[in-house]
């Protein structure tokens, strides 16, 4: 992972764009028209075409132009970081932010030098004394209320969260939940539907 103007992305690839985002270049958003979605693991979808996940299927089906924050095992401190960073680098407010965290309390790591980043590796015993200590003290549940009050305070539009079973949300305020199953088209359905039906109420 690296940074590319303010925010946090993955190496380029044939899987991620300049920014080391699975999406369009952001120089090529419409801006005017746009979903904006950040999370983990599930929002990317690596295991399909991306005209198979469901950032681009809810696009697709709601006739708007989307961005793709996720970061793969990023969990709340990729999320945090992206959606906060996104409001200084583009100054128009999308229709709507779609959150998913499969790994809340996942965490990024980084060299001594701070030129490496990547996330957490699970298998590491340090991490796991860690992982069982900051579930124990409180440690995790402080850093989801603290991320949710700042997220509830810096997005400028309405905000749903994809919640699956037996995982932990990230946000509890401001937030219309969504509980899915993890597919990608399933989740892209229910996702259309609530989001379709919240844009016919605020019409005049």
């Not at 030098?113 to 995790?140: H, I, P, Q, R």
């Not at 700042?150 to 305020?173: G, S």
């Not at 993890?182 to 539907?193: G, M, P, R």
Request: net charge negative; charged share 20%; aromatic share 10%.
């Amino acid at each position: 992972m690296q940074f590319y103007d303010e925010l946090l992305g993955h190496d380029p690839s044939d899987l991620y764009n300049s920014s080391g985002h699975r999406c369009k270049e952001l120089s090529d958003l419409n801006l005017h028209n746009y979903i904006l979605f950040a999370g983990d693991n599930v929002a990317l979808g690596l295991d399909k075409p991306i005209e198979e996940t469901y950032p681009y299927l809810v696009s697709q089906a709601l006739k708007t132009d989307y961005y793709n924050l996720a970061i793969f095992n990023g969990g709340l401190d990729a999320l945090k970081y992206n959606l906060i960073s996104w409001n200084n680098v583009v100054a128009a407010k999308p229709k709507a932010i779609v959150i998913s965290s499969e790994f809340a309390n996942s965490f990024i790591v980084a060299d001594s030098s701070y030129v490496t980043w990547k996330a957490c590796d699970y298998n590491d015993s340090k991490v796991k004394d860690l992982f069982d200590a900051g579930n124990t003290n409180g440690f995790f549940d402080t850093r989801r209320v603290l991320a949710n009050k700042v997220l509830v305070k810096i997005t400028n539009a309405p905000v749903y969260q994809i919640v699956f079973k037996d995982k932990v949300p990230v946000m509890t305020d401001n937030v219309t939940n969504i509980n899915c199953e993890n597919n990608h088209l399933s989740i892209a359905t229910q996702v259309t539907d609530v989001i379709r039906k919240q844009l016919v109420k605020v019409r005049p």
